[in-house]
């Protein structure tokens, strides 16, 4: 099997992005002295209501919202996957594909 580097990076992040599909969550009849509570914490932590109200039921479930833990888990993801040339498999240049990722 003969994979190039571009239909490799193209299967990494086809895998990534249906693992780790973010789903969407719309709260109604919210009280309104939580809703400036959360708006006021947001403010003074210079953050968007969104990311305040993530953070907030992260801490509230004891969980974490980490970018150091989900690039840990896409590095893992990443090197689970091998790129093959010829009949040898090669390494994947890690370091390369997150730069070219962040570029994006």
Sequence with gaps: MHYSQE??????ENTFLERNAMPSLQVRELPVNI???LQKRAKAEHRSLAQEAIITLAR???????HKDRRRKLLRTIAEQTCFV????????LVQLIRE???R
């Design 7 to 12: 239909r490799f990076k193209e299967q990494i």
């Design 35 to 37: 809703y400036h509570r």
């Design 60 to 66: 509230g479930m004891e969980t974490t919202v980490s």
């Design 86 to 93: 010829g009949e040898k498999m090669a390494p994947v240049d």
């Design 101 to 103: 990722d962040r570029e």
